[in-house]
């Protein structure tokens, strides 16, 4: 099925092709800077759903109906100490940079949402959101469970 875009529509999913452009690099960078392997993995499995939501964006901009089912195995996210993570900062840097991106790329798409006129389009903006909120979360559990983010 063809979709067609309103001039709002292309441009700010040309936007969110940016910014998950910036989020599969930071996710991959930050992959080989993170001191402790769990957070390596995740890191890893957050940049392939980024590059899973730059390809739903693609795809609308090609004007297609697009596949927003997740087609990559989830790897389970293996444990580490907690005390080893919570001495590195820099991994904590790493963790804070990335939820805040986060935090703006989910907030852009809650505008986009509102201002799409096609369902497909605030449909796909809406699991993408989700996908956002769902990363956000994964980050802060780790942070919250390794020291980084203390909630009083």
């Given at each position: 099925?063809?979709?067609?875009?309103?001039?709002?529509?292309?441009?700010?999913?040309?936007?969110?092709?940016?910014?998950?452009?910036?989020?599969v690099?930071?996710?991959?960078?930050?992959?080989?800077?993170?001191?402790?392997?769990?957070?390596?993995?995740?890191?890893?499995?957050?940049?392939?759903?980024?590059?899973?939501?730059?390809?739903?964006?693609?795809?609308?901009?090609?004007g297609?109906?697009?596949?927003?089912?997740?087609?990559?195995?989830?790897?389970?996210?293996?444990?580490?100490?907690p005390?080893?993570?919570?001495?590195?900062?820099?991994?904590?840097?790493?963790?804070?940079?990335?939820?805040?991106?986060?935090?703006?790329?989910?907030?852009?798409?809650?505008?986009?949402?509102?201002?799409?006129?096609?369902?497909?389009?605030?449909?796909?903006?809406?699991?993408?959101?989700?996908?956002?909120?769902?990363?956000?979360?994964?980050?802060?559990?780790?942070?919250?469970?390794?020291?980084?983010?203390?909630?009083?």
């Amino acid at each position: 099925m063809q979709i067609q875009l309103s001039q709002k529509e292309r441009m700010f999913l040309e936007d969110g092709k940016i910014q998950e452009e910036v989020c599969v690099e930071k996710y991959k960078d930050y992959s080989q800077q993170a001191a402790d392997a769990q957070l390596k993995q995740l890191f890893t499995k957050l940049s392939g759903e980024e590059q899973h939501h730059q390809n739903i964006i693609n795809e609308m901009l090609q004007g297609q109906q697009p596949n927003l089912s997740h087609n990559q195995t989830q790897q389970p996210v293996t444990q580490s100490t907690p005390q080893r993570a919570m001495n590195n900062q820099h991994d904590k840097i790493l963790c804070t940079d990335l939820l805040s991106t986060e935090k703006y790329v989910s907030g852009t798409y809650d505008i986009d949402i509102f201002e799409s006129a096609e369902p497909i389009v605030r449909q796909a903006m809406q699991h993408l959101q989700q996908d956002e909120q769902r990363h956000g979360q994964e980050l802060f559990n780790y942070m919250n469970s390794h020291g980084m983010y203390d909630v009083k």
